[in-house]
């Protein structure tokens, strides 16, 4: 199985599909998502890019429990993480969310790797559902970069949809 990173291209146009159910299913179904997105989070406190999140562990934790719904939800699973959110696009929600910090490639690889490791670690059986569920996050993981080497910024969007930059 091949959890391979591609590269980021600026202002590229981004195609993605959303997991599919089948990835829920493998992982464990809410619990087992939920414990495979904890794992991720203890990683992230050991890695590079532990400096963008909360240092303050409740405020950690809330994080966690929000991150853990938004993946049961994009994976097909109960809509328990828009609640609040109605009306929005979520992609384009969690695009925007990801604006509040400088991210770059380097940043993107430090959490991709971190999120290939927990799920290596996690051992799901169904490696298509694996590949699926990577997929998802080698690209949308893309749109979430807004920093570039040569220090400008640049920030994807969903919503201008004539840019075919939202894929399905
Ligand atoms: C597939 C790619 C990604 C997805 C689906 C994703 C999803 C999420 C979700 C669901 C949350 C919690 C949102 C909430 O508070 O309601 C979150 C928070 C966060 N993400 Fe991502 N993320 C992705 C990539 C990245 C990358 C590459 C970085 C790089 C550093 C990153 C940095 C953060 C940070 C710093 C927060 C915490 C925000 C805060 O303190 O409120 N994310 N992300």
């Given at each position: 199985m091949s959890l391979d990173i591609s590269k980021v291209i600026k202002g590229e146009s981004v195609k993605f599909k959303n997991p599919p159910k089948a990835f829920l299913e493998a992982v464990g179904g809410v619990d087992g998502m939920q414990e495979l997105m904890y794992r991720f989070y203890d990683k992230i406190y050991e890695s590079?890019?532990?400096?963008?999140?909360?240092?303050?562990e409740d405020e950690f934790e809330k994080i966690k429990i929000r991150n853990s719904k938004f993946f049961i939800q994009i994976c097909g699973?109960?809509?328990?993480?828009e609640d609040d959110k109605e009306g929005q696009d979520m992609d384009e929600y969690m695009v925007r969310l990801h604006d509040d910090f400088s991210i770059n490639e380097k940043a993107r690889i430090e959490w991709l790797g971190t999120m290939r490791e927990a799920i290596e670690e996690?051992?799901?059986?169904d490696k298509e559902a694996v590949e699926a569920f990577w997929d998802y996050l080698d690209s949308f993981s893309k749109l979430t970069v807004?920093?570039?080497?040569?220090?400008s910024t640049y920030y994807a969007s969903l919503l201008d949809k004539s840019d075919s930059r939202l894929g399905n």
């Open positions: 590079e890019i532990s400096h963008f999140f909360p240092q303050d699973g109960p809509k328990i993480y996690h051992k799901i059986e807004n920093t570039f080497n040569d220090g």
